[in-house]
């Protein structure tokens, strides 16, 4: 996994939780406090896992809170800092979500070992169903990725996950 997601993960804990929470997180996954992520560096996905895995402890939410959490702060204060060239132009989480699966190949066809989630989409008009394609099989953090994503365009969103690799989304 890209460097960036543990990037905005940092900031996140740091501003919602404080430095020393961050200090726990790294921590709790063998990482001394002065360990600086990249942002285009690729991370053991074990050590992503593990690092997911003991947040919620650490943090005091649970796990679904995690997501929650990450999904509402890389869609709304990261993406547009980092990415802004990305989300800029859309008007409406239908469009945006419809458009990841060509930004995920877009962001990532330049750099080496990148392997985002892929998606395939079925458009019916007030919602879509949505194949997640991925080895990781991080739907639930997709599915707050996906809400994130609502808060950004202020749109109700009704999210279902039928399996691990179906969603519908309806737009309310």
Known sequence: ????????????????????KWFECLAAIGLDEDHVFMLNEDVDEQLTMDLLGKMPAILGITFEQVCDAFGEYW???????????YI???????????AMDDIH?????EIPNARPPRFDFED????????YKSERGLVDL???LVKGVGIY????LNITKHSDSLV???FL
């Open 1 to 20: 996994m890209k460097g960036t997601i543990h990037k905005s993960i940092e900031k996140l804990v740091i501003e919602k939780f404080g430095e020393e």
């Open 75 to 85: 869609v709304n204060a990261y993406v547009p800092k980092i990415y802004f060239g």
């Open 142 to 144: 997709y599915i707050s």
């Open 168 to 170: 519908e989304i309806k």
């Open 124 to 131: 019916h008009g007030d919602k879509i169903i949505v194949t």
């Open 88 to 98: 800029e132009g859309y008007t409406n989480a239908k469009d945006f979500l419809l």
């Open 105 to 109: 190949k877009t962001v990532t066809e």
């Open 153 to 156: 365009f202020k749109q109700q």
